[in-house]
């Protein structure tokens, strides 16, 4: 078998979307012809735990783990009981003391994050570990975008090393930055180190054609795309049950770049036109949410008594859940790189069969896929005359009993996919 070894931050017993792509592209990669090492802190921190992702480590794969330290816990030491969760950290308006100071310090001192301080360790760790394993193929896969200062620094100390940077979200454009108050300095400092690794990694990879574009301008080179996607196994034997009433679900973070309430809104003015409506449906939001959005639902008595909120639940629970549901909710972050925003949720989404009801620019690649698939549709945030319609059809369809048409996804099977990370991992070709 080949070899390569992947540094991550996010790994399980960590839950979320996050995770999740990496730890199925290791669950499949020996059966391509790769034994995989992962290198993982020790002692990561992280909201959600999600200890039933740990069945999908397969036996070939050796991880490996490091202590970090990280200025969490200082914060959190500081903040006491009032410390507020990380969806209300992302705040692009007006801010609390606590969040406004550990803003500024996030954007100008931690470059380019608050993993910086595990650079060091992990590449003096590696650099023996990889020529001690003769490893000749390594992976870095960021946000956190540090991960990949591992990778910049291990290629310069060992050249031969084949290096594939795979960027899940931008970097110097990543609208999160936005919310930061960050000093034109510590922006220029983001976009050179951001420079270095697109321009040193041997091989860039990113998950949507939108970013493609984007880190092709900014390095001048040929990017590679592979999305995320779902994993067949996940779905096996689960049975699509009736529901009592139309069931609407949303999956994962609501924070201020990914707001609902417009959609919240419409609902509100569907249920004031036909109250009937408002007693045959529910709106559930499974994951962390902010302070604000939930302030916003418990004010009005419409949308409190349609509206549900349940925390972050482990993944092979949510997928069971996903046939006990009518529409999934997806909303994309309203920010200038949505085009490009396609969530590792998106494509379970895809794979549940249910319709999706989507938030975001009609003009972007979620928007292509839905078209493509004919799986759902998705408005701007201003339209609101087309989101009542769809909603009053669909809760007619249902009444009636109407299946779903089947749709081709097959090209968004983790296997699939990993077979095109497999042909990637192994190309030392020098790209065009």
Do not use: C
């Amino acid at each position: 078998m080949q070899k390569v070894l992947i540094v991550t931050y996010y790994w399980p017993p960590s839950g979320g979307s996050g995770v999740q792509r990496w730890l199925k592209f290791v669950k499949y990669l020996p059966s391509f012809g790769w034994q995989p090492f992962v290198l993982t802190p020790e002692n990561p921190s992280f909201e959600i735990r999600d200890d039933s992702l740990v069945k999908d480590v397969p036996a070939e794969a050796e991880v490996l783990k490091l202590p970090i330290w990280e200025p969490y816990g200082v914060f959190r030491k500081l903040a006491g009981s009032k410390a507020p969760r990380q969806t209300d950290m992302i705040a692009a308006g007006k801010k609390s003391l606590f969040q406004a100071v550990s803003s500024w310090i996030r954007g100008n001192f931690f470059i380019p994050d608050a993993r910086v301080f595990w650079v060091k360790p992990s590449v003096i760790f590696l650099t023996d570990f990889l020529k001690s394993n003769n490893i000749r193929t390594l992976v870095t896969t960021g946000p956190p975008h540090s991960m990949h200062l591992i990778g910049l620094k291990l290629k310069r100390k060992l050249p031969s090393l084949h290096w594939v940077a795979d960027m899940r979200d931008p970097w110097s454009e990543w609208d999160l930055l936005d919310t930061l108050s960050m000093s034109g300095i510590a922006r220029r400092r983001h976009q050179r180190l951001e420079r270095e690794v697109l321009q040193t990694a041997d091989r860039v990879v990113t998950i949507a054609p939108y970013h493609v574009d984007r880190f092709e301008r900014l390095s001048g080179r040929k990017v590679m795309l592979i999305t995320n996607g779902f994993d067949e196994d996940d779905f096996k034997g689960i049975k699509r049950t009736r529901t009592q009433i139309f069931t609407m679900r949303h999956i994962g973070m609501v924070d201020e770049l990914r707001d609902p309430r417009p959609f919240m809104e419409t609902l509100k003015e569907l249920i004031d036109e036909d109250p009937w409506i408002g007693q045959r449906l529910i709106v559930e939001f499974i994951g962390s949410v902010n302070t604000s959005f939930r302030n916003f639902v418990y004010a009005d008595p419409r949308l409190r008594k349609v509206t549900r909120f349940r925390d972050p639940m482990p993944h092979a629970e949510l997928v069971r859940l996903y046939a006990e549901t009518d529409m999934q909710l997806l909303v994309l972050a309203h920010t200038a790189l949505a085009p490009g925003n396609l969530p590792g949720k998106f494509f379970e989404y895809l794979a549940s069969g249910n319709f999706i009801f989507g938030v975001g620019p009609t003009k972007g690649d979620a928007a292509d896929i839905l078209r493509q698939t004919g799986a759902g549709n998705i408005f701007e945030h201003s339209d609101r005359d087309g989101m009542r319609l769809l909603l009053r059809e669909r809760v007619a369809l249902w009444e009636r009993g109407a299946a779903e048409s089947g749709r081709q996804v097959e090209k968004f099977s983790r296997r699939r996919l990993t077979q095109q990370m497999s042909d990637l991992l192994g190309d030392r070709t020098q790209p065009s």
